[in-house]
Structures are given as C-alpha cells and as structure tokens.
C-alpha cells in the first residue's frame, strides 16, 4: 500500500471541513411516574427511570431483576444529567429523566450487562396485512413495544425500496435503504388470515421466522419484540476484558475529505472504540487500526446497519471490510 500522504492531505482538509453533529436522541432519558416532589419521591422515580433506560440500553426487559441490579439503582441520582416533572396523560405526575450517557454505559459495564450503544439506527418497516400496506395505527403496538427497549421502528414514505429486494438483501436495496433513510436496519413482513412471515434485514444478513395468532395486534407486537430480540442478539456486546482488543478496518469508496471526516467522527463517536488510527490508503480506501472495547465483528456489524456503510469484499491486512454509502 501506498505511503500515508494522501492520509495526511485528508486530516489537513479537516480542519475546513465541517461534521454535522450527531442528534441527542432519547436512548438515555425516561418518563415514570412520581408520588410526590420530595427528595425520596424524587429518588425512587429516578431508580426506576435508570432501571427503564438500562432495559432501553441492553434491550433486556428483564434487567432489574439480574444480579447488582437493585443494589446498584440506589446510587443513580448521582448519574443524572437533568430531571423536570410533567404531566402524564391521565394527569398523573411524571418525572422525566435524561441520565449521563457515559454514567450510565458504565453502571451497565460494571453489572456486566451487555450493551447496544447510541447512536442506533432506525428499522424501517415494511408490513402488508391482507394484502394491504399496514398503517400508523395499525403498527403502533409494534412501535411503542420497539420504544420501550430503545428501538425506533420507522414507516416508508413514497419511494421506499422495494420490500423484495430488501428482504433478499440485494445490495441495490440496502445501499438506496442506507441513502433514504439512513439506515441498514428493516423488518419486512405479512399477515394472512393471523399468520405473519416475517424478515429482518441487519445490514448484509436476512433472519426469516414464522408466527401464528388469532389478533392482528397481538402479532404484530410480538413480531416487533421478536425483531428487537434478534437485533440485541447481533449488537448488544458484553463488556470486554479489561486490556481491551485490537483490529484493523477498511474502509473504501472514500471520495472526498468530508467523507474521512465523517468516517473518522463515527468511529470515534463510538463508545466501545478506543482509539482509531490511520495504517495507509490506497486508491479511495483507509485502512485503520482501532482498539475496542468489543469484537471488531460485533462493532462492524453495527457499522454495517448504520445506514452509513455497506460490507465490502475482503482487503488485504484487514480483518474487517466495509465501504462508505453516505
């Protein structure tokens, strides 16, 4: 491979290039209910919302009740970044709760939870029922069941690629589903008569199941659960050991000193990765060396979902391929 100069003209084009910064999503924050706006009413509502976002970042809806847990959640209103009561929907008092990302990630680490860091990308869902494209309200079981777990399940507008060519995972269908909609994530599915088929496109790899029930909306939230199951199974990684891993990732179809910039402030932005550095270029490819605190395979893989990369053929020195799409 060629010398790192063009490496070097790319991070001297940083500095005028800009980075659009990642949205706050809400991966962090919970509304529960409170008794009252005591210091222990507050306290008890803010265990319970920490508890709501240790489900959201593990995708376990049984979290609380694993070993450390509870003795844990005693200490989480020193982890809070911000709190404000609200009003809920029947007009019970609420509290909502945005928690420190990087507090809580390690609490999770430290219980040995495995975790599905932020940012995550959206699945897009594409549902026929009878024959007839599912709306918002019929997906709404399956919405809300996705939310609670930390998964956002989006609708196609006009446009949408081809519900086929994605469940086959064409390529031509994933890379127009990471250009749309910024994402690599969809759930495709039918519903005849209560039974569903259902599909779950994780980047490059397709998981089909079955499912059989009497209610459509019992379906179709089980279906949703099923998906969030899957995908926790594929991106929430164990903690790593204490020295952490090394590996080395291409990345091609890099065009442009926005592109590097871009490329570089999602990995670093990524909290299981360490540190990345740039090995050597060569053609309109990087290779980078990164150290992590879980599998290059794991990490890739959630790369490869992320609506900005697609998998790549194998390049030499690298244990893992991919290749910019936006």
Same mark, same amino acid.
Not at 105 to 130: C, G, H, K, N, Y
Not at 179 to 196: P, W
Not at 263 to 269: D, E, F, S
């Given at each position: 491979m060629r010398a790192l100069k063009r490496v070097v003209l790319w991070i001297g084009l940083i500095a005028v290039t800009a980075v659009p910064a990642m949205a706050v999503d809400s991966l962090y924050h919970a509304a529960v209910p409170v008794a009252g706006t005591s210091a222990a009413a507050r306290n008890q509502a803010i265990a319970a919302a920490a508890a709501a976002v240790l489900v959201q970042l593990s995708g376990n809806p049984d979290v609380a009740i694993q070993p450390g847990v509870a003795t844990a959640l005693a200490s989480a209103p020193a982890l809070v970044k911000d709190y404000h009561y609200t009003e809920g929907g029947n007009g019970s008092l609420m509290l909502d709760v945005g928690f420190d990302p990087q507090a809580l990630?390690?609490?999770?680490?430290?219980?040995?939870?495995?975790?599905?860091? +932020?940012?995550?990308?959206? !699945?897009?869902?594409?549902? /026929?029922? %009878?024959?007839q494209p599912a709306d918002a309200a019929a997906l709404a079981g399956l919405v809300e069941s996705g939310a609670a777990r930390g998964v956002q399940f989006i609708l196609p507008h006009a446009g949408a690629p081809a519900a086929a060519g994605v469940a086959a995972c064409q390529h031509d269908a994933l890379a127009q589903l990471a250009?749309?909609?910024?994402?690599?994530?969809?759930?495709?599915?039918?519903?005849?008569?209560?039974?569903?088929s259902w599909t779950l496109v994780t980047g490059d790899t397709c998981q089909s199941w079955q499912s059989v029930s009497t209610n459509t909306t019992s379906v179709l939230t089980a279906a949703g659960n099923a998906a969030v199951d899957r995908l926790v199974a594929r991106f929430a990684a164990a903690p790593a050991p204490a020295g952490g891993q090394a590996g080395a990732l291409w990345v091609?179809?890099?065009?442009?000193? +926005?592109?590097?910039?871009? !490329?570089?402030?999602?990995? /670093?932005? %990524?909290p299981r990765i360490r540190s990345v550095r740039p090995m050597a270029a060569e053609g309109d490819g990087l290779l980078l060396s990164l150290q992590l605190d879980a599998p290059l395979a794991t990490v890739a893989a959630d790369l490869a979902a992320s609506g900005h990369l697609v998998s790549a053929a194998p390049q030499p020195g690298a244990d893992v391929s991919l290749d910019w799409v936006r």
């Open positions: 990630e390690s609490l999770a680490r430290r219980l040995a939870l495995p975790v599905w860091p +932020s940012p995550r990308p959206p !699945v897009l869902v594409e549902i /026929r029922i %009878d024959g250009r749309d909609y910024g994402t690599g994530l969809a759930l495709v599915g039918q519903i005849s008569g209560g039974d569903g091609g179809h890099l065009r442009s000193a +926005s592109q590097y910039a871009a !490329v570089m402030a999602l990995l /670093r932005n %990524d």
